[in-house]
């Protein structure tokens, strides 16, 4: 379930703060044509009229003003939000000033004279700072509201488009689903997907894992019993069907349950009441059955594995998610995702990727599908750009034998668009400025990949 958060606004603007007219104009017009929405004041005064807490830009302001100056204008600055960036402009007498002001909160300062280049340079990297900063505030609002990110199935592939329809279909009917998956696909979330998008999401999600249960606990796991059942029956127990009543009960390596339990569960299905171990009393269920599977279930009932009827019972409404490599264009819009919790998670923010390790991404087999992706992403949050992920050589060499130039060309291409989408919160001016691209060459290009600027907001 999507978190909802707040649409933030891309950190493009920047308030330009300085009492000198020819300064103002100068780096006002440097920082505009570089993409920037450039507010300016000619003093603090006007200049913390227009700031809030969640004020999506950067601060430049010049140290020598009359009235407030630049150092106590940042001062009040943090007492508004500690971490909204401040630049300091400099002459050369207020070098040392300046980078005692850094030691107090200043984000950077620049020396007079100064470059366009280093001005953009130092800008640019403020502004990534402010975007990361609002976003982690979005994503601990909602860890703070709801405990945690609720599941989310992420990407706009064919095969993901295609599941969350499905989903939207059968939500709120009473059938079980039987889901099937690689290792690692995220079988998992997508239940819980299902269940709090159904009409159950009030009630109990309660999942259990059959091959992590010996096989002599699972039917006292899954039934419950009475005290004085068997001989370790001390008290009474509810088992997972009770206590999913109403709900949604979650079995996951469903190939893995015992034959002689297979016949219980499909009675379940078909009855819809329980006995626990022990007693005689029915008891009635109200629930929906989602089951997974890494295995061909069909096949392995024909082998004599997996009893055929209750494999038709559960295939009522088949589920497939596909695995990572067959949805490769999905790869950036996840690894940000998880980056993203990844930062609020351990507190760093996020380094830029390059689209040379964004390609080594895309290439890679991923034979542990979307969690070692997971894992990736975590590790590189933690480690840093330093952090030299070895995937996608071997599958580089692979995809480039199966590729002839122009599909390479084309895949690098759609790649580096992503990238800059991803980097510019879907702005397509900054887009096409840091690219180089005239606007409508930008838009055909992004037609041809069927990109679009809203799925990188």
Known sequence: MNA????????????????????????????????YDVVTADGAEKALTLLD??????????INMPGIDGLELMQRIMSIDADLPVILITGHGDISMAVSAMRDGAYDFIEKP?????????????????????????????????????????????????????????????????????????????????????????????????????????????????????????????????????????????????????????????????????????????????????????????????????YYRLNVVSLEIPPLRERREDIPMLFQHFALIASVQYQKEVPQLSVEKLSALVAHHWPGNVRELRNIAERYVLLGPAYNFAVGDAGERMAAKQMTLPEQVERFEKLVLQEELSRNNGSLKLTQDKLGLPRKTLYDKMKKYDLSKDDFK
């Not at 920047?14 to 993409?35: M, P, Y």
């Not at 349950?257 to 171990?277: D, F, N, T």
């Not at 059955?289 to 209750?310: F, I, N, P």
């Open 4 to 35: 909802n958060p707040v649409e933030l606004q891309q950190p493009h603007q920047i308030l330009l703060v300085d009492d000198e007219k020819h300064i103002r104009l100068a780096a006002g017009q440097t920082l505009e044509l570089a993409g």
């Open 114 to 310: 100064f470059s366009s280049e280093l001005l953009n340079d130092v800008v640019r990297r403020a502004a990534e700072k402010r975007r990361l900063t609002l976003e982690n505030r979005v994503l601990r609002k909602a860890l703070e509201q709801q405990g945690g990110i609720g599941p989310r199935i992420i990407g706009h592939s064919p095969g993901i488009q295609q599941l969350r329809s499905m989903i939207q279909h059968i939500a709120d009917t009473p059938a079980d689903i039987l889901i099937q998956a690689e290792t690692g696909s995220g079988k998992d979330l997508v239940a819980r997907y299902i269940h709090e998008h159904s009409n159950r999401r009030d009630k109990n999600f309660v999942a259990i894992n059959c091959g992590a249960v010996p096989e002599h606990l699972i039917e006292s796991e899954l039934f419950g019993h009475e005290k004085g059942a068997f001989t370790d029956a001390k008290s009474r127990r509810i088992g997972k069907f009770e206590h999913a009543n109403g709900g949604t009960l979650f079995l996951d390596e469903i190939e893995s349950m015992p034959l002689s339990l297979q016949v219980k569960l499909l009675r379940v299905l078909e009855e819809r009441h329980i006995e626990r171990l022990g007693s005689n009393e029915l008891i009635p269920l109200d629930i929906r059955v989602v089951a997974a599977t890494k295995v061909d279930l069909k096949t392995l009932s024909e082998q004599g594995g997996y009893r055929a009827d209750l």
């Open 53 to 62: 807490r969640d004020w999506p830009g950067v601060v430049v302001s010049d």
